[in-house]
């Protein structure tokens, strides 16, 4: 079967897999209607409560990190320095909030009568879709990015290999290359199960619980909701599934806020780059492209839109994570996996600019063990010629070295503006005749006016022209 | 030999490099497309023979013979100095803490 053959059928593939036409939510011009592609599925977020509940996910502890704020507050001017506040995402099954996400693509691939379900995943969800597939009496295919041209393996993503044939699944291991998406396609044509994917609206939905509950988790204990929660995002759907479970619980003045890990510079189609990066997820490679282009995903309408929930977008290096990661345990007894702790390192550097009485969420933490532990990765990156070296973590060049902080005070996040990213978005349309139906539905994507979409719109053209 | 049954591992290129994607940085588009994957060996065999095993959803895959009772090696990295002086400077910097 050649690429392009198999490439050619992705449309037929991707329906008889899915079992939804996403054909009926695309409007005139070049929107389509989300709400009513969210609301297509028929489930409630009582449903989705219900059917997490079942299966021992959710309602997980969300724990005041008193002596990290405290930490935090010494490097901040007098009055500063919010409370940052950790949902322990890490006590779901499968240990990650993945498993919110899984439970409603089982859920429906067993309504609907498949007999096994397939997920494209080098992360922590492929443990989640096993282990709910084991629950379900589902057969499951765990389709991975693992190894590079040598046969070396990243060994975050052999450790999620080993939980996924734990749970009894199989595990197909691929090198490094977009090419993923092809043989993904063959297994779902060759065995016809459910395409559990992360960005279906059951990949989303399943996350809203967790915004809800930390909205509701706050307003018990603080009489208010929270002022902000930090996201790690990479494909969106965590941030897009939080902010939309936080607003169904009343929580709309929150400010939503993505993190991801700063790996500009490795690309992250390069055989090479792959195992010169300590983060597999939560990283700039996905978050980037994923927020300012959704549609890559691999359904026809992505769930996950960042862009229209997003307040701010925060950077942080890979040896501030570490570093963090490492204070989580030590001042906090909580020994979580390096890369669910990118949101709490970018909230020990942003609680520094909010007065002391505001309420931080770091909304996930995820398990560690062999391979993905901070440990595991430092070594790894050392043995491959990674510099380590204690200073300033701004001045971190990826897949050169890895800079921690030589003080915490040193530990600080970089903002990308959201009009870069809203303008990175449009560029996707800039030869495109846009009429005012497709400016409301930009407005909607990038969460703001019609007219400043028209501005940022006018602005490219000048530097195009330029 | 290696008997039936027996838990392998395979390899196979599922791209030639000449038949990748055409959008793939260099490095990436000089070489093949691969998968590994594990199973149980439908007929005896020896190493480096094309082989088909069983995989755990019960489907027959092709494949060249790689390792016979593979398993996982990954582990929790050896000392690495760095991580001892991060511990250090976090519990200096905050002894005088409640």
Same mark, same amino acid.
Request: charged letters at 25%; proline letters at 3%.
């Given at each position: 079967?050649?690429?392009?053959?198999?490439?050619?059928?992705?449309?037929?593939?991707?329906?008889?897999?899915?079992?939804?036409?996403?054909?009926?939510?695309?409007?005139?011009?070049?929107?389509?209607?989300?709400?009513?592609?969210?609301?297509?599925?028929?489930?409630?977020?009582?449903?989705?409560?219900?059917?997490?509940?079942?299966?021992?996910?959710?309602?997980?502890?969300?724990?005041?990190?008193?002596?990290?704020?405290?930490?935090?507050?010494?490097?901040?001017?007098?009055?500063?320095?919010?409370?940052?506040?950790?949902?322990?995402?890490?006590?779901?099954?499968?240990?990650?909030?993945?498993?919110?996400?899984?439970?409603?693509?089982?859920?429906?691939?067993?309504?609907?009568?498949?007999?096994?379900?397939?997920?494209? !995943?080098?992360?922590?969800?492929?443990?989640?879709?096993?282990?709910?597939?084991?629950?379900?009496?589902?057969?499951?295919?765990?389709?991975?990015?693992?190894?590079?041209?040598?046969?070396?393996?990243?060994?975050?993503?052999?450790?999620?290999?080993?939980?996924?044939?734990?749970?009894?699944?199989?595990?197909?291991?691929?090198?490094?290359?977009?090419?993923?998406?092809?043989?993904?396609?063959?297994?779902?044509?060759?065995?016809?199960?459910?395409?559990?994917?992360?960005?279906?609206?059951?990949?989303?939905?399943?996350?809203?619980?967790?915004?809800?509950?930390?909205?509701?988790?706050?307003?018990?204990?603080?009489?208010?909701?929270?002022?902000?929660?930090?996201?790690?995002?990479?494909?969106?759907?965590?941030?897009?599934?939080?902010?939309?479970?936080?607003?169904?619980?009343?929580?709309?003045?929150?400010?939503?806020?993505?993190?991801?890990?700063?790996?500009?510079?490795?690309?992250?189609?390069?055989?090479?780059?792959?195992?010169?990066?300590?983060?597999?997820?939560?990283?700039?490679?996905?978050?980037?492209?994923?927020?300012?282009?959704?549609?890559?995903?691999?359904?026809?309408?992505?769930?996950?839109?960042?862009?229209?929930?997003?307040?701010?977008?925060?950077?942080?290096?890979?040896?501030?994570?570490?570093?963090?990661?490492?204070?989580?345990?030590?001042?906090?007894?909580?020994?979580?996996?390096?890369?669910?702790?990118?949101?709490?390192?970018?909230?020990?550097?942003?609680?520094?600019?909010?007065?002391?009485?505001?309420?931080?969420?770091?909304?996930?933490?995820?398990?560690?063990?062999?391979?993905?532990?901070?440990?595991?990765?430092?070594?790894?990156?050392?043995?491959?010629?990674?510099?380590?070296?204690?200073?300033?973590?701004?001045?971190?060049?990826?897949?050169?070295?890895?800079?921690?902080?030589?003080?915490?005070?040193?530990?600080?996040?970089?903002?990308?503006?959201?009009?870069?990213?809203?303008?990175?978005?449009?560029?996707?349309?800039?030869?495109?005749?846009?009429?005012?139906?497709?400016?409301?539905?930009?407005?909607?994507?990038?969460?703001?006016?019609?007219?400043?979409?028209?501005?940022?719109?006018?602005?490219?053209?000048?530097?195009? !022209?330029? | 030999?290696?008997?039936? *049954?027996?838990?392998?591992?395979?390899?196979?290129?599922?791209?030639?490099?000449?038949?990748?994607?055409? /959008?793939?940085?260099?490095?990436? *588009?000089?070489?093949?497309?691969?998968?590994?994957?594990?199973? *149980?060996?439908?007929?005896?065999?020896?190493?480096?023979?094309?082989?088909?095993?069983?995989?755990?959803? /019960?489907?027959?895959?092709?494949?060249?013979?790689?390792?016979? /009772?593979?398993?996982?090696?990954?582990?929790?990295?050896?000392?690495?100095?760095?991580?001892?002086?991060?511990?250090?400077?976090?519990?200096?910097?905050?002894?005088?803490?409640?």
């Amino acid at each position: 079967m050649s690429y392009q053959d198999v490439m050619n059928r992705k449309q037929q593939i991707m329906k008889d897999a899915l079992r939804m036409d996403y054909d009926i939510f695309e409007d005139p011009g070049i929107g389509f209607d989300y709400e009513k592609m969210m609301t297509s599925t028929g489930y409630t977020l009582e449903d989705v409560m219900a059917i997490q509940s079942e299966n021992n996910i959710g309602q997980t502890p969300l724990i005041e990190l008193k002596r990290l704020s405290q930490y935090a507050r010494k490097f901040a001017k007098e009055g500063y320095g919010a409370r940052i506040l950790l949902k322990d995402e890490a006590q779901n099954l499968s240990g990650s909030f993945k498993a919110r996400r899984a439970a409603m693509s089982i859920y429906q691939a067993k309504k609907l009568g498949y007999k096994g379900v397939i997920a494209a !995943t080098s992360g922590n969800y492929g443990a989640a879709v096993a282990a709910l597939a084991a629950r379900a009496g589902l057969k499951c295919i765990i389709v991975q990015e693992c190894y590079d041209s040598t046969g070396v393996g990243q060994p975050e993503i052999i450790e999620k290999a080993r939980a996924c044939q734990a749970y009894g699944a199989e595990v197909v291991q691929l090198s490094v290359g977009p090419e993923l998406f092809y043989q993904f396609l063959i297994l779902l044509e060759e065995t016809k199960y459910f395409n559990a994917s992360l960005y279906s609206p059951y990949g989303i939905m399943g996350i809203e619980t967790l915004g809800y509950e930390i909205a509701q988790d706050i307003l018990k204990k603080e009489n208010r909701y929270p002022d902000m929660v930090i996201c790690t995002n990479a494909g969106g759907g965590n941030l897009t599934g939080t902010a939309r479970g936080l607003k169904k619980a009343g929580a709309i003045n929150t400010q939503i806020v993505a993190a991801s890990v700063d790996l500009t510079g490795l690309h992250m189609a390069s055989d090479k780059d792959f195992n010169l990066k300590s983060f597999t997820t939560g990283h700039t490679g996905f978050g980037i492209p994923f927020s300012t282009f959704p549609d890559r995903s691999d359904v026809p309408r992505s769930a996950a839109r960042p862009l229209r929930y997003m307040d701010h977008y925060g950077l942080v290096n890979q040896g501030s994570v570490f570093f963090i990661t490492e204070a989580l345990a030590v001042l906090e007894g909580m020994e979580r996996g390096p890369a669910g702790n990118t949101s709490l390192a970018l909230a020990f550097s942003l609680a520094q600019t909010l007065p002391k009485d505001q309420i931080i969420v770091v909304q996930e933490t995820e398990y560690t063990g062999a391979g993905k532990h901070m440990n595991a990765q430092v070594s790894f990156a050392s043995d491959r010629g990674i510099e380590l070296i204690l200073g300033n973590p701004l001045e971190e060049k990826p897949g050169k070295n890895i800079i921690f902080p030589a003080s915490a005070s040193m530990l600080k996040h970089k903002d990308i503006s959201m009009d870069s990213l809203r303008t990175s978005y449009l560029k996707h349309y800039q030869d495109q005749m846009l009429f005012d139906q497709d400016y409301i539905y930009l407005a909607k994507e990038l969460n703001t006016s019609e007219k400043h979409i028209k501005q940022l719109m006018e602005e490219m053209n000048e530097t195009k !022209t330029r | 030999m290696i008997e039936a *049954k027996t838990y392998v591992e395979i390899y196979r290129i599922i791209l030639p490099a000449q038949e990748r994607s055409s /959008n793939l940085p260099v490095d990436t *588009k000089r070489v093949p497309f691969e998968m590994r994957l594990r199973g *149980k060996l439908l007929h005896a065999a020896e190493l480096g023979d094309r082989v088909e095993i069983e995989t755990a959803t /019960n489907r027959i895959e092709s494949g060249i013979l790689v390792a016979v /009772n593979p398993f996982y090696q990954h582990h929790f990295g050896h000392y690495v100095l760095t991580m001892t002086q991060i511990r250090d400077i976090i519990l200096d910097e905050t002894e005088d803490l409640l």
